[in-house]
């Protein structure tokens, strides 16, 4: 079945699941090739905060009996090696956030969506890189330094969950979960090669440390759109823990249906964001595609402005005040310094200046809905640049794409309006190779709720453009 060790460290949940089904592979051997090769690779790429190898190892153990026929029949997830972010809890471990101020931290609870995992029978082998509280598309800390990307290490893996998704595309790990509120699971998932789902708003129950947040979800980062729905079908569904979780659990299929017919809407930027000119080309080839699989693919003009980007920074200040103004006076000084001018400014933020984004989100939404009601989903890059370099500030003046001054915070990632929109399904795919060698990603956007669109339209991409062969050179 594998014809060399790159195939094992890149089998994709599904493959590997068949794999130990048929007594082909064992867990065992699976998580002792993905450690060997984190102790490989990872110092390149410094993706992993803390090991979980031994108690890994043991699980794994307990996984191959499963498949063998002693106690217990394998769980949907059975054996398959987990990276998981480090700001996901898991009750009694540390989790650091990516910062110093967790440093003597214990989790008191277990995520929703990180429980169901484990339950589902993944094993946790590593904790991965995320920036101070997942504030920046980028993975970088003063507690870990700087994350590097799998296909051309001067560049960011991208981020929040940037150090998920460098463990799986480097074959560090099967699949790893991720958190998204500007697009902290599809930045990275675009930059490494990779799937990325943000699930609509209350699909996937958030943290009970994230109440009633309409912006922020949980998903997956997989090798293949079948992945990603495997991992989905673990993790929806109401929880106690989050007064938000729809109550109707969601399953998606296996099998999707062709899409020959359906109407696409194609955004070459969202209205208002430069496109460097790779980006822009793989997603003109990505149009190709989806016309040849029989597809009416028509180009719209968004009715969208760069004030997105100032509604979006608006309610993340609010929300980092909130949850960092206790600890800012005795961490200010262990902390980012671009996290710390985000507090101090959501500190001046006022009731009002929420709930202008609210009704701005709400504008928003009437300028996309004609497009999603006239078409069955709408499609446009990820990212407006493959990926920005290690050395990239937030704050330089002189940051440009495609010879426009773009915002070096947010204005490089075309994620964040639909975090703003957050009841949109919205999934990223590989649509190719960058200038710099780095993937490039195209979003696919589903009207309110509509899950299985996305996935339909995604699966039936990748089938068109398959992508699985392309694999970073470490």
Known sequence: MLSSDSDLLHLSATEALAAFRARKLSPVELMRAMIARAEAV??????????????????AKQA???????????????????????????????????????????????SPTIGRLLAAGALMHMRTTTPDFGFSGITRSPRYGISRNPWNPDYT???????SAAAVAAGMAVIADGSDGGGSIRIPASACGLVGYKAPAGRNPNDRSLPLEPLITTGPITRTVADAALMQNVVSGPHTDDLMSLRERLVLPETFASIKGCRIAYSPDLGSYAIEESVARNTRAAVDVFRGLGCQVEEVKLPWTTA?????????????????????????????????????????????????????????????????????????????????????????????????????YCGWFLTSPFNLLGQLPVI????????????????????????????RFAAAFEQAAPWRSRRPAL
Not at 42 to 59: H, M, Q, V
Not at 77 to 82: A, K, Q, S, T, V
């Open 42 to 59: 990872n110092p390149r790429l410094n993706a992993i905060t803390l090991p979980y190898y031994e108690l890994a190892l043991a699980g």
């Open 64 to 110: 191959e009996a499963r498949y063998l026929g002693k106690g217990e029949a394998p769980r949907p997830l059975e054996g398959l090696p987990l990276a998981v972010k480090d700001m996901s809890h898991i009750e009694g471990e540390p989790v650091s956030m990516g910062s110093w101020s967790y440093e003597a931290y214990r989790s008191d609870h277990t």
């Open 157 to 163: 893996p991208g981020g929040s969950s940037g150090g």
């Open 308 to 408: 997105n980007l100032d509604c979006w920074k608006i309610y993340w200040e609010g929300l980092y005040a909130a949850l960092m103004k206790d600890m800012l006076p005795q961490w200010r000084d262990r902390l980012d310094p671009f996290v710390v001018g985000i507090v101090e400014r959501g500190l001046k933020r006022s009731a009002v200046d929420l709930y202008n984004t609210t009704i701005h989100r709400g504008a928003m939404y009437q300028g996309i809905v004609p497009f999603l009601e006239k078409y069955d989903v709408l499609i446009c890059p990820t990212l407006a640049v493959p990926a920005v370099p290690v050395t990239h500030s937030e704050t330089d003046p002189g940051f440009k794409i495609a010879g426009r001054s773009v915002d070096p």
């Open 428 to 455: 990223s795919v590989p649509s190719g190779i960058g200038s710099n060698g780095v993937p490039t990603g195209l979003q696919i956007v589903g009207r309110s709720y509509d899950d299985a669109a996305v996935f």
